[in-house]
């Protein structure tokens, strides 16, 4: 009988996993991997929804694409997870699990900030994208201020990549003169394993006179005299606030018992195992001592499929999750930076920056193009 392995989520994490499992052990696994949402979308692509650049159905992957010996995707919303039996029930039914990842990544919550919902607009979710599109288009000059309102959440660079994104979207409109654009996060610096990369980053924002604000953040917005309120005392007034919200793990998974006093799912560093036996945790919903991204959610689902392999179909031993990130980042002008981290393979975390360019924004056009092939069999798009 093949073991049965559930994968929760089919993001990042959850088709890479499928993925390596089909090709290296199709036959040995059957493979059941469950998301509610019908198609897949690259966190980057919301950038790219939010400036105009591309539309939300065009960066839509569906899941129905997906044709992998041994694997089967369902279409479901999952409702409770018994980590003890590995059981979980869907609007659909009930499913058994000899081996159970959870790969449900990170919930939004933008009503835990006071006024954010009324007085702001958060672009990371889907829909959020979509809003925030229309509300940049409308935009004709004021104060906007971006906000990262959490010490936790996906992409460090993207609240960088929005500022730089939102000041070149505002130049070739002609109304960069008549707009300030503030950053404000709890991060202490952009990158802050590497001063190198900070500094180059902070410089970027300097030359295109965008303010940034580290090391704090917006406790409070009042939607009607529009000004945040920040933790440091400050009061920012602003036309246009543009948020990143508050991280969760999702409801589904705080319910089941699955997370800790952080709100995380703990798990072992090298081998992403949670203390129940057969249950791994990867990606943003996992709490190993790395930033949430997709390439990271990535990583650790390869090192699950690693171990795996070694267990069920005698591959060589699993190294440890190495920890390693390469991070591409858009830094205006059509042009891309990229951030080589290192976080757990070494005596203490290191990252290098390579400048942007336009053959970085080439490159990352091919890590896109190559999860489209490899996770989906689309050869364009
Ligand atoms: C604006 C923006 C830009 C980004 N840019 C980058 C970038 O350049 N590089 C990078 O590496 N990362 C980037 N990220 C971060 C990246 O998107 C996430 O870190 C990554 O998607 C996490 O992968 P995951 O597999 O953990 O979770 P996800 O990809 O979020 O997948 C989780 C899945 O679980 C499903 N799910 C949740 N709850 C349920 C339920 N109850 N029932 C069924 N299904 C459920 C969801 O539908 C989802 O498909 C960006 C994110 C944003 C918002």
Same mark, same amino acid.
Request: hydrophobic share 45%.
């Given at each position: 009988m093949p073991t049965r392995v559930l994968i929760l989520g089919a993001g990042f994490g959850g088709l890479e996993l499928a993925t390596?499992?089909?090709?290296?052990?199709a036959g040995t696994v059957e493979v059941t991997l469950i998301?509610?949402?019908?198609?897949?979308?690259?966190?980057?692509?919301?950038l790219d929804v939010m400036f105009g650049r591309r539309t939300m159905d065009a960066v839509r992957l569906p899941y129905r694409s997906i044709a992998k010996p041994s694997v089967e995707f369902r279409q479901e919303t999952i409702l409770s997870? &018994?980590?003890?039996?590995?059981?979980?029930?869907?609007?659909?039914?009930?499913?058994?699990?000899?081996?159970l990842v959870v790969a449900l990544g990170a919930d939004l919550a933008p009503g835990a900030t006071p006024g954010l919902l009324e007085a702001g607009h958060e672009y990371y979710s889907h829909e959020g994208a979509v809003a925030a599109r229309d509300v940049i288009a409308a935009f004709q000059g004021g104060a906007i201020v971006i906000g990262v309102?959490?010490?936790?959440?996906?992409?460090?660079?993207?609240?960088?990549?929005?500022?730089?994104?939102?000041?070149?979207?505002?130049t070739r409109r002609g109304l960069r003169g008549a707009t300030s654009i503030t950053l404000v996060t709890p991060m202490p610096k952009p990158i802050p394993i590497s001063d190198e990369v900070s500094d180059a980053i902070v410089a970027t924002l300097d030359e295109r006179g965008?303010?940034?604000?580290?090391?704090?953040?917006?406790?409070?917005? &009042?939607?009607?005299?529009?000004?945040?309120?920040?933790?440091?005392?400050?009061?920012?007034?602003?036309?246009?606030?543009?948020?990143?919200?508050?991280?969760?793990?999702?409801?589904?998974?705080?319910?089941?018992?699955?997370?800790?006093?952080?709100?995380w799912?703990?798990? &072992?560093?090298?081998?992403?195992?949670?203390?129940?036996?057969?249950?791994?945790?990867?990606?943003d919903v996992a709490s190993a001592p790395v930033p949430r991204a997709g390439v990271v959610a990535e990583g650790e689902a390869s090192t699950v499929a690693d171990v795996l392999l070694h267990r069920l179909g005698g591959g060589p031993a699993p190294a440890p999750f190495p920890g390693q990130i390469l991070c591409y980042m858009e830094m205006g002008d059509d042009t891309i930076g990229r951030v080589n981290a290192n976080f757990l393979s070494g005596p203490a975390p290191v990252a290098l920056y390579s400048p942007p360019s336009l053959a970085g924004a080439e490159e990352?056009?091919?890590?896109?193009?190559?999860?489209?092939?490899?996770?989906?069999?689309?050869?364009?798009?």
């Amino acid at each position: 009988m093949p073991t049965r392995v559930l994968i929760l989520g089919a993001g990042f994490g959850g088709l890479e996993l499928a993925t390596r499992l089909s090709s290296e052990l199709a036959g040995t696994v059957e493979v059941t991997l469950i998301d509610r949402s019908d198609s897949f979308i690259f966190g980057f692509s919301k950038l790219d929804v939010m400036f105009g650049r591309r539309t939300m159905d065009a960066v839509r992957l569906p899941y129905r694409s997906i044709a992998k010996p041994s694997v089967e995707f369902r279409q479901e919303t999952i409702l409770s997870i &018994d980590p003890e039996r590995k059981r979980v029930v869907t609007e659909a039914g009930t499913h058994e699990a000899d081996i159970l990842v959870v790969a449900l990544g990170a919930d939004l919550a933008p009503g835990a900030t006071p006024g954010l919902l009324e007085a702001g607009h958060e672009y990371y979710s889907h829909e959020g994208a979509v809003a925030a599109r229309d509300v940049i288009a409308a935009f004709q000059g004021g104060a906007i201020v971006i906000g990262v309102m959490g010490g936790f959440f996906k992409c460090p660079p993207a609240p960088y990549e929005t500022a730089l994104m939102l000041h070149d979207d505002l130049t070739r409109r002609g109304l960069r003169g008549a707009t300030s654009i503030t950053l404000v996060t709890p991060m202490p610096k952009p990158i802050p394993i590497s001063d190198e990369v900070s500094d180059a980053i902070v410089a970027t924002l300097d030359e295109r006179g965008i303010h940034s604000s580290h090391a704090t953040w917006t406790e409070r917005l &009042d939607p009607a005299a529009k000004v945040a309120h920040l933790r440091d005392g400050r009061a920012l007034p602003f036309d246009l606030f543009l948020a990143v919200p508050v991280h969760v793990a999702p409801p589904v998974v705080v319910e089941s018992g699955l997370t800790e006093d952080d709100g995380w799912i703990a798990v &072992d560093k090298a081998t992403l195992a949670t203390k129940w036996p057969d249950v791994y945790a990867v990606g943003d919903v996992a709490s190993a001592p790395v930033p949430r991204a997709g390439v990271v959610a990535e990583g650790e689902a390869s090192t699950v499929a690693d171990v795996l392999l070694h267990r069920l179909g005698g591959g060589p031993a699993p190294a440890p999750f190495p920890g390693q990130i390469l991070c591409y980042m858009e830094m205006g002008d059509d042009t891309i930076g990229r951030v080589n981290a290192n976080f757990l393979s070494g005596p203490a975390p290191v990252a290098l920056y390579s400048p942007p360019s336009l053959a970085g924004a080439e490159e990352k056009r091919q890590f896109a193009a190559t999860r489209r092939a490899r996770w989906f069999g689309l050869e364009t798009g």
